[in-house]
């Protein structure tokens, strides 16, 4: 009989607040496909009781939880604790006989301990992010102090811990006193199958820049915790120097509007044209 994991993630497609759940989608399906039996537990619109939704061999159980709060942090801790509440209870109904849990991240970090240490097996923990990394370190007032202690007794309590970077381990043995050698980096891939390749590269090149100019090209969501301001605020020093260089911001998110009027102040501060571009050009992405 092979392997049989449950996953727990608090964003499972079509249901994607960011990146964690196309992660988590692409790791399951990967498993699958290596034989190993894969359930995730995970929230949506799905009524009580109902068979589980099959997902490229996945096998998806929802919990069906209200529309989380956004403005209120301390509503938003609630409603977390809440959807555990629902996410434990549902995991005991699948019977156990799973040879470990694997949970992403403090929001699900409650239902997934109680699960495996009542089924007796290992408990893994990847770690995405870290509210102390969100906030610069400021984590002592409430609601931060809270998270962090979540993440910290996940972390100290999981019998394995993953992260996606070597700097990201480095950060989380710091950030919660852990040795570094108990963190494994597995380092984020790509699905060749997704990519659409360019039947003329030049071409899609020459939209964006001079044959003499040099093109620098960065891809990602558009959120502050992927720091494109930051890019943004160094490409405008950059281009001051001669030699003819374009940068191509590519992606989609809530900083969208923000990031392109960072780049045309940047244009307006250097009297340059358009030195820089953000926008959600899928073919150069």
């Known amino acids: 009989m092979g392997a049989r994991v449950l996953i727990l993630s608090w964003e499972y497609p079509p249901v994607v607040e960011g990146g964690l759940a196309r992660h988590v989608r692409k790791l399951s399906e990967q498993l699958v496909r290596d034989g190993v039996e894969v359930r ?6 799905r009524a009580p009781g109902a068979d589980p939704e099959d997902r490229h061999g996945v096998l998806v159980h929802r919990v069906r939880e209200p529309t989380f709060p956004r403005d209120d942090v301390a509503a938003f801790i609630r409603w977390v604790d809440h959807m555990n509440d629902d996410m434990r209870a549902t ?12 949970s992403h991240d403090w929001l699900v970090a409650a239902a997934a301990r109680r699960l495996a240490r009542r089924w007796k097996v290992p408990w893994l923990v990847t770690v995405h992010a870290t509210e102390f990394g969100r906030h610069q370190g400021w984590v002592k007032k409430y609601p931060q102090s809270h998270i962090h202690g979540v993440e910290r007794r996940m972390v100290r309590d999981a019998d394995g811990v993953i ?11 710091g950030a919660f006193a852990i040795a570094p050698t108990r963190v494994r980096v597995i380092p984020n891939g790509i699905d060749p199958t997704d990519l659409q390749p360019m039947a003329d590269l030049p ?6 820049a001079a044959p003499d100019e040099k093109l620098v090209l960065m891809v990602g969501r558009l959120v502050y915790e992927k720091g494109f301001h930051l890019a943004l605020e160094a490409m405008a020093k950059l281009v001051e120097r001669p030699g003819g260089v374009r940068f191509l911001v590519a992606g989609t998110g809530t900083a969208e509007g923000e990031l392109k009027a960072q780049a045309d102040a940047a244009v307006a501060g250097h009297d340059l044209a358009q030195p820089a571009r953000v926008g959600h050009d899928r073919r150069a992405a």
């Open 203 to 208: 071409r899609l090149r020459a939209q964006f």
């Open 91 to 102: 995991g005991l109904e699948l019977g156990g006989g799973f040879d470990v849990v694997h």
């Open 163 to 173: 992260t996606c970077s070597a700097y990201m381990r480095e950060h989380v043995a």
């Open 40 to 45: 995730v537990l995970t929230r949506g619109d």
